[in-house]
């Protein structure tokens, strides 16, 4: 079994510890949250005091953060990992962040001999929870392997997307597809209800038709009609929609960038930015489907 130092357990990084630990792995972990790190203890993790006592002597080092700069300042701020982990340590960054950061902090721990790759990941709280995730990696191909062990605890899917920075392009690519189909779903069940429509029963006759989609699989954004999904229970406990707003996000830049054509992911991007706005920013993402509720006469 390996010795890791985990780092950031929010929404899927706790869960992703703990599954580890439950693998007979022994998980330190840090988390600027107390309340996450006595969580993470009672699941047989062990606290660590900061980032670099996590990370010191780790094996496989693991990190899931919110966004480029928490990235960069763990692995390369004052007091960042490089100074601290082995030489023949792998770290493993499962953050969603830009390719481009990716690129930097794998180009600038390679300089120190670390080897290192990105490996976001898909499949939310649930998959995170049961040990379900997709995870598209961008690295070397022997480090890739390397990690892949570990990454079967965690999910069940394990893609290598290309280099350093290719898990992020496909994990944006996939994100903006999700966000699309989220406020497509959300537009269909509206409609349905406001003619009179059951949306449970809505929801099984496009689940069985040429609408079906994971939305209506596994998260559909209608109170009531899942019983697991984060709709039923106040759009708590998921992925917020700051977060798929910062990916839509780097989607957009990413797209500018290239010259690729996203008409549908910038026009999702504005809607998830303007819901933010209007105070739901730390709802889950599906929470949308009550923004595009129709307006009363």
């Known amino acids: 079994m390996a010795t890791i130092g985990f780092i950031g357990l929010g929404n899927m990084g706790g869960p992703m510890a703990a599954n580890l630990a439950k693998a007979g792995h022994q998980v330190r ?3 600027l949250v107390p309340a996450a790190l006595e969580a993470a203890q009672q699941v047989g993790c062990e606290a660590a005091e900061s980032a670099t006592a ?3 002597g780790a094996e496989f080092v693991i990190t899931m953060l919110p966004a480029d700069a928490h990235v960069h300042g763990v692995y390369l701020g004052e007091q960042g990992l490089y100074q601290v982990v082995n030489k023949d340590c792998l770290a493993i960054d499962c ?3 830009s390719a481009e950061m990716a690129r930097k902090v794998a180009s600038e721990l ?3 001999g670390i080897a290192f790759i990105d490996a976001p990941v898909s499949g939310g709280v649930a998959g ?4 379900t995730l997709s995870f598209m990696c961008g690295g ?8 892949r062990p570990l990454l079967q605890q965690m999910g069940k899917n394990i893609f290598r997307a290309g280099d350093s920075g290719a898990g992020q392009v496909a994990k944006m690519c996939n994100n903006m597809l999700l966000s699309v189909l989220m406020v497509g779903t959300s537009e269909a069940l509206q409609l349905g209800v406001a003619h009179g429509l059951d949306p449970q ?3 099984q006759i496009m689940l069985q038709s040429s609408g079906r989609n994971w939305t209506l699989e596994v998260y559909n954004p209608c109170p009531g009609v899942m019983d697991n999904s984060p709709a039923s229970r106040g759009y708590s406990g998921g992925f917020m929609v700051d977060l798929m707003s910062k990916d839509l996000g780097l989607a957009q830049r990413a797209a500018v960038a290239s010259g690729a054509s996203t008409p549908m992911g910038a026009l999702t991007h504005n809607l998830y930015r303007a819901w933010s706005q209007l105070g739901h920013g730390k709802e889950d993402f599906s929470s949308i489907f009550n923004y595009l509720k129709p307006q009363t006469k």
């Open 128 to 131: 995170a929870q049961a040990g």
């Open 95 to 97: 953050s969603t962040i």
């Open 54 to 56: 996590a990370a010191k």
């Open 140 to 147: 070397n191909e022997a480090d890739v392997e390397r990690a």
């Open 110 to 112: 390679n300089a120190h």
């Open 29 to 31: 972990v840090f988390d």
């Open 201 to 203: 029963v809505l929801s």
